[in-house]
C-alpha cells in the first residue's frame, strides 16, 4: 500500500502566479488534510475534506487559496496570484476514519 | 491560540542517553499523537495515545498522557544519531484536524 503522495515536491512560482499542489490519499482512505508549515514553525492546519465535500475550511486564507477533492483524482490545493509570503511547505494527510492521519512528503513552495 | 507546546524548544545528548520531551495543551482532547520530522522531509507518525489511556510504548518510545495537568511526555530511550529530528505533539479534538505544536529539535551526537 503506496504512502500518500505529493507532488510537486518542489515548485517555484513568481509572484502573481498560480500554484497547483496535489495530493493523492493511502488507498482507502477518503479523509485528506492540508497544511502548512514555516520555516522553524508546526503545522498549521488548513482544510480537511472528505470526497466531494469540504468538511472544516477554518484554517484556509479567506482569499486567494482554494482546495477539492473531487470523486476521482487527487485533492488538489490551490493557490492563486502567490505572494511571497506564501512560500512554506505544504503537507497532506490522509485518514481512513478521521483519526490517526498519514502524511505525505510535503510540497515546498518557493515564490520569487 | 496554539494548542501543543512542546518542551524543550531544542535538547542535545550522546548516543545511548535518553531524550524526554513535554508536550502541553490548553482544552480537552480525544488523543495525542507525537511525530518525527528529519529535516526537509515529512512527518511520520509515532505513536497514539486516547485520552483515557495514561502510558504507551512502542519500541523504545514511551508516551504517557497525563489529562488532569494537560501535558504528555514522549521517552525515547537509548537514543541513536539517527533519532535526531524535529519531534512534534499534536492533538486532536472529535477527530478533525491536528492542532501542532512548535515542536522538540533533538540532536543525537556520536
Known amino acids: 500500500n503506496a504512502g500518500v503522495m505529493q507532488n510537486p515536491r518542489h515548485l517555484v512560482r513568481r509572484r502573481g502566479q498560480e500554484a497547483r499542489l496535489r495530493c493523492s490519499p493511502m488507498?482507502?482512505?477518503?479523509?485528506v488534510y492540508w497544511y502548512r508549515q514555516l520555516p522553524e514553525e508546526g503545522l498549521k492546519f488548513m482544510v480537511y475534506?472528505?470526497?466531494?465535500?469540504?468538511?472544516?475550511e477554518s484554517g484556509m486564507p479567506k482569499e486567494r487559496f482554494s482546495a477539492e477533492f473531487p470523486k476521482e483524482g487527487p485533492s488538489i490545493l490551490r493557490i492563486q496570484q502567490v505572494v511571497r509570503g506564501d512560500s512554506a511547505a505544504y503537507f497532506c494527510?490522509?485518514?481512513?476514519?478521521?483519526?490517526?492521519?498519514?502524511f505525505g512528503p510535503g510540497t515546498r513552495l518557493t515564490v520569487t | 491560540s496554539q494548542q501543543g507546546e512542546e518542551d524543550p524548544q531544542a535538547l542535545s545528548i550522546q548516543e545511548g542517553e535518553n531524550a524526554t520531551m513535554n508536550c502541553s495543551y490548553k482544552t480537552s482532547i480525544n488523543n495525542l499523537q507525537w511525530y518525527r520530522q528529519n529535516s526537509g522531509r515529512g512527518l511520520v507518525h509515532l505513536i497514539l495515545?486516547?485520552?483515557?489511556?495514561r502510558e504507551k510504548h512502542s519500541g523504545r518510545l514511551r508516551v504517557t498522557l497525563d489529562t488532569s495537568k494537560k501535558s504528555s511526555s514522549l521517552l525515547i530511550t537509548a537514543s541513536r544519531a539517527a533519532d535526531t529530528a524535529s519531534y512534534f505533539c499534536a492533538t486532536s479534538i472529535a477527530g478533525t484536524a491536528l492542532i501542532f505544536g512548535k515542536g522538540t529539535t533533538l540532536s543525537v551526537s556520536s
Open positions: 495515545i486516547r485520552s483515557n489511556e
Open positions: 488507498k482507502g482512505h477518503s479523509h
Open positions: 475534506l472528505q470526497k466531494e465535500n469540504i468538511i472544516d
Open positions: 494527510a490522509s485518514s481512513p476514519k478521521g483519526n490517526e492521519q498519514y
